[in-house]
């Protein structure tokens, strides 16, 4: 049994989504304390322990002490069937933050896995959204080998939730390495901007128009598909995802939500202008796309390094994580302007390392 301290680093649900998943791959028992012990209410909510449930469903795993406000508890896995599996947020809790939680969990089941999560929110606060994960995620994902697909059936957000969507993951325990150190030439950029129930208001419209406006400035024309969503009449609401693209193969990706009281034109700024930040760093990862990398490298084979533009407290605890539970080992230095990540060595099914 492995034992693993959810108050380090970040202190956050990052560690412990991450700590069950690599103990299910890895068949090992684990033990978790002090769970987000360093966020304003600690302990699991509704979405940690639905990512936790998920899990158990995939591997058979046994749990003890998981509940609502829980700081501690054991989980036991089994093996990785995979097959239809369901689940249910009954909050506004991240869907996107599940499936983060269970794709790398996916990729080891004996059968192709359809998840498909009936409730919860796919466009929240402090989480990506759902359209991060289906045009900047994935996309970069099938550089090691990884193929998955996300459809939303709903969008759902802050407070009811009610969304709905589906992951659909190809098996493959076989990891192809990430290697990406140059940025190379813009080619495009893209965009989804999505309002549900809003239509009336032209919220998608004027996201869009604003965050067009904003890269403009900057010489970079864009193109954003525009969603008037009508599938959630139960809650109001919208979000703006954007994705620059390189002849390197990169994919820079920036978002932003609505909330009320919260312009539409300023939805489109603050994506617009996160995007602008990571397109003159030019790195070859956005900082958000970096933390969630780290598990996919730590499971591959070989050296995976990219370059991006700062190290935040989620990659740095996923790094610590992964070096604890897997027993690889991660460089980070400065390149330029940039922080160079790199995985020069990766472990055996049975903690052996080689490089």
């Not at 939680?101 to 359809?114: D, G, N, R, W």
Request: hydrophobic share 40%.
């Amino acid at each position: 049994m492995i034992d693993i301290d959810g108050g380090q680093k970040s202190g956050s649900g990052t560690i412990l989504r991450l700590a069950v998943a690599i103990a299910a791959i890895r068949g090992q028992a684990l033990h978790i304390t002090n769970i987000r012990q360093k966020r304003p209410n600690p302990g699991l909510k509704h979405q940690h322990l639905e990512s936790v449930l998920t899990a158990a469903k995939l591997c058979n795993a046994e749990i003890k002490g998981a509940t609502l406000g829980s700081e501690e508890f054991w989980f036991t896995p089994k093996e990785i069937q995979g097959g239809n599996i369901e689940a249910t947020i009954e909050t506004a809790g991240s869907i996107p933050m599940l499936f983060l939680s269970t794709l790398p969990i996916c990729l080891f089941a004996k059968t192709p896995v359809q998840l498909h999560v009936a409730r919860g929110g796919t466009d929240t606060r402090n989480a990506p959204t759902i359209n991060y994960l289906r045009n900047i995620l994935l996309p970069s994902l099938t550089k090691m080998g990884i193929t998955a697909q996300i459809n939303v059936q709903k969008y759902g957000y802050y407070p009811k939730g009610a969304g709905e969507a589906t992951l659909t993951v190809k098996p493959n325990p076989h990891l192809n390495p990430f290697v990406l150190e140059a940025f190379g030439k813009l080619k495009t950029i893209g965009g989804v901007s999505v309002c549900t129930f809003l239509a009336n208001r032209e919220v998608a419209q004027r996201q869009a128009k604003a965050a067009q406006t904003c890269l403009a400035q900057n010489g970079h024309p864009t193109d954003i598909e525009v969603i008037k969503d009508r599938a959630n009449p139960s809650q109001k609401g919208s979000s703006l995802t954007l994705w620059a693209k390189t002849d390197t193969e990169v994919i820079i990706g920036a978002d932003a939500i609505g909330e009320i009281q919260k312009m539409a034109e300023d939805v489109g700024r603050e994506a617009a202008q996160s995007l602008n930040k990571e397109l003159t760093a030019q790195p070859t990862v956005d900082e958000f796309l970096a933390d969630m990398l780290i598990p996919y490298m730590a499971l591959s084979e070989g050296r995976s390094a990219f370059l991006t533009r700062c190290i935040t407290e989620h990659i740095e605890a996923n790094i610590w994580l992964m070096e604890k539970m897997l027993n690889v080992k991660f460089n980070l230095t400065k390149h330029n302007n940039l922080y160079r990540i790199e995985k020069t060595a990766t472990a055996d099914n049975d903690g052996e390392v080689y490089g």
